[in-house]
């Protein structure tokens, strides 16, 4: 039961824009340690949406004399150890550090890390597995949504109570035994957290999409959701489920998908881009003709996995 939380918050929609932190130390199955701290973005990505200032509550006045990450990352090594780490929708955080530690030309200890958010959805029977949702259903301790801190608290008490579910002695022994593979942060970046499921970030043939639909029931379907309606297209791996079953999640709610960015397209999901896959290239095939289209007056919109699963819990 070692390891160490972590939970960022950023300043607008790009992952490199972290704002704030937040770690706790878990050993034995207790806090042993936390961390926290305010962390001015990089030049060029340190505009503060007013959205994302909603959410968390910190401004560009707020850091204006904080450390930027570089400064601040071996303060945040020396407390992360060798241990793995944890976070909910660890997708979101692991491309949040991994980012940050190109742009400052760091090269991170290789560590394991686990996602709280599909431990859970393995582990319990949820219509929601946002980190509020799952705390307030296992009856654990309330906290500030949205304060690194507390977030990355959240996350360390969420892993630890399904380990005790899971009659678990760590982590890894929960991935084996729902089958899923360990993230992986290295100096290449950070590899996803995922069911061993086939085509978890691939696309697959139309075959498979025609027999996806052919299991859709949709006589009860919101047709004002936020889904209904949409086409939506997938580029890079996902980090709380396969892209199978993104794909039936849209469709289940009156939406469409397919394999590639077309002329119907209108809204991109955007999962973690590995860089070894990217090939030195800033964005995916995807993404380039998303934005093509985009600036041709497509109505088109890329939005995050984390958005993404807004939506569906909407």
Known sequence: MDFVAIDFETANEKRASACAVGLV???????????????KPPRGMDHFNEKNE????????DV??????????????????DLPLVAHNA?????????????????PKEREYFCTYLLAQKSLDLLSYSLPDVIEYLGLESFEHHDALADA?????????LLNLNDA????????????????????????????????????????LEELKSQVDLADVDTNGPIFGKTF???????????????KTVLERGGESGNSVTKTTNVLVEGYQDPRVLRGSEKSNKYVKAQQLKNKGQAIEVITEEIFLGWLEN
């Open 25 to 39: 130390k878990i050993k034995g199955g207790k806090v042993v340690g936390t961390f926290q701290s305010l962390i």
């Open 54 to 61: 909603s959410i968390h509550g910190i401004s560009a006045r």
């Open 64 to 81: 204006k004399n904080s450390p930027n990450f570089g400064d601040l990352w071996p303060q945040i090594e020396k407390f992360l150890e």
């Open 91 to 107: 997708g979101f955080d692991m491309s949040v550090l991994s980012q940050n530690l190109q742009i400052y030309g760091v090269k």
């Open 153 to 161: 608290m959240a996350a360390s008490r969420l892993a630890i109570e």
């Open 169 to 208: 002695s760590a982590l890894s022994v929960i991935a084996e035994n729902k089958n899923m593979k360990p993230g992986s942060l290295t100096s290449a970046g950070a590899s996803g957290f995922h069911s061993l499921k086939r085509g978890t970030g691939r696309d697959f043939t139309r075959t498979a």
């Open 233 to 247: 297209i997938f580029t890079g791996e996902l980090t709380s489920m396969t892209r199978q079953d993104a794909i």
